[in-house]
């Protein structure tokens, strides 16, 4: 008895793209791990154990913190991480019941440059920031101050998005970017935080 032929047809992938304009509702608020706290943990783990007897602290240069907490491109253009808005249409799907998994695989985000230090993927925002300076715990439990930029209610940003055609239509991208901009949030506290209920910044709406 010889085996079935069975022939499998597997599609072409069929993507779309299109063009969004969103507006701030609400305020956005950035926190980048700068280049000088990177050098310095750098240089605290190259000089081991040694590195850490009698050394004194610096004192904390604010300013320099609230510059570093900016993600700068390499034409030197503030801008967004072109991940935070995917991450945060993943986890829109939840509330609509589309696997998150196959998100994963279908929505997609065109960067306008990247990142000067680590090569981020960047879309540009416009407006310009202004320094804030919160308390926050660190994870040791200890408070501490962080300055932050903070864009306020008006900030813009033009999102290319890419998607799966397969998988969404045009509307549900719409819909999806939505449900991101008065549910999800992004950036420092979105309602979609980790780490807490967030303070309702990072919301935005639909420009046109």
């Not at 997609?108 to 310009?128: H, M, N, R, S, Y």
Request: aromatic fraction near 8%; hydrophobic fraction near 40%.
């Amino acid at each position: 008895m010889s085996a079935k032929q069975v022939d499998v047809v597997i599609k072409a992938p069929k993507f779309e793209t299109a063009e969004f304009n969103i507006r701030g509702t609400a305020p956005y608020v950035q926190n980048r791990f700068s280049n000088k706290a990177i050098e310095a943990m750098k240089a605290k783990q190259e000089a081991g154990s040694t590195g850490k007897k009698g050394k004194a602290r610096d004192g904390k240069d604010f300013t320099a913190c609230y510059e570093g907490a900016k993600h700068l491109s390499t034409d030197g253009w503030n801008g967004i991480p072109a991940g935070a808005f995917r991450a945060a249409m993943i986890s829109a799907c939840r509330l609509v019941g589309f696997k998150m998994t196959l998100a994963k695989l279908s929505l997609f985000i065109e960067a306008d440059g990247v990142d000067a230090v680590d090569g981020t993927p960047l879309v540009k925002i416009l407006g310009e920031p202004h320094r804030v300076d919160h308390p926050v715990r660190n994870e040791s439990g200890v408070m501490d101050i962080r300055p932050r930029p903070m864009w306020d209610a008006g900030w813009a940003s033009k999102l290319v998005i890419r998607w799966d055609a397969d998988q969404f239509t045009i509307q549900d991208v719409t819909n999806l970017l939505l449900r991101v901009g008065r549910q999800i949030g992004i950036g420092e506290g979105r309602p979609d935080s980790r780490n807490s209920a967030g303070l309702g910044w990072g919301l935005f709406d639909l420009a046109d």
